[in-house]
C-alpha cells in the first residue's frame, strides 16, 4: 500500500498562486498513475488533474487548464499542483490520489489510495 500526505493549501486572495505537494510512502510512487481530486462544500469530488506513473502524460479538467500544472518526481516520491489565477470557485478540499495502473482516472471511484486532503480557499 501507499499512504499519501497532502501539503500547501491555504488562504490566498484572488488571482493569487498556491503549490500543493503530495507526499507518499510505503511504496515508490513510480508505480501509481497520480491525480488531483477536489471536493467543495455540497458538491461532489471532482477531477482536477492526473499524471501518467512516468509523468510523460498529463491531463486536466477544463476548469484548470491554463491555470493549473501536475507534475510528479518520482525520485522524491512527490506529486505536486502548481495553482495560479485563482478564483473563489477553487476553493474546496484538495485530495491526492493514487491508481495502481499506468493512467488514474477521472473519476473518484476509480482511484485507489487517497490522501486526507489540504483546503485552499480562495478570498474575493
Known amino acids: 500500500q501507499v499512504q499519501l500526505v497532502e501539503s500547501g493549501g491555504g488562504l490566498v486572495q484572488a488571482g493569487g498562486s498556491l503549490t500543493l505537494s503530495c507526499a507518499a510512502s510505503?511504496?515508490?510512487?513510480?508505480?501509481?498513475?497520480m491525480a488531483w481530486f477536489r471536493q467543495a462544500p455540497g458538491k461532489e469530488r471532482e477531477f482536477v488533474a492526473g499524471?501518467?506513473?512516468?509523468?510523460?502524460?498529463?491531463n486536466y479538467a477544463d476548469s484548470a487548464k491554463g491555470r493549473f500544472t501536475i507534475s510528479r518526481n518520482n525520485v522524491k516520491n512527490t506529486v505536486s499542483l502548481q495553482m495560479s489565477s485563482l478564483q473563489p470557485e477553487d476553493t474546496a478540499v484538495y485530495y491526492c490520489?493514487?491508481?495502481?495502473?499506468?493512467?488514474?482516472?477521472?473519476?473518484?471511484?476509480?482511484?485507489?489510495?487517497w490522501g486526507k486532503g489540504t483546503l485552499v480557499t480562495v478570498s474575493s
Open positions: 499524471i501518467s506513473r512516468g509523468g510523460g502524460s498529463t
Open positions: 510505503g511504496r515508490a510512487l513510480s508505480n501509481y498513475g
Open positions: 490520489a493514487a491508481r495502481a495502473e499506468t493512467y488514474a482516472p477521472t473519476y473518484a471511484p476509480g482511484m485507489d489510495y
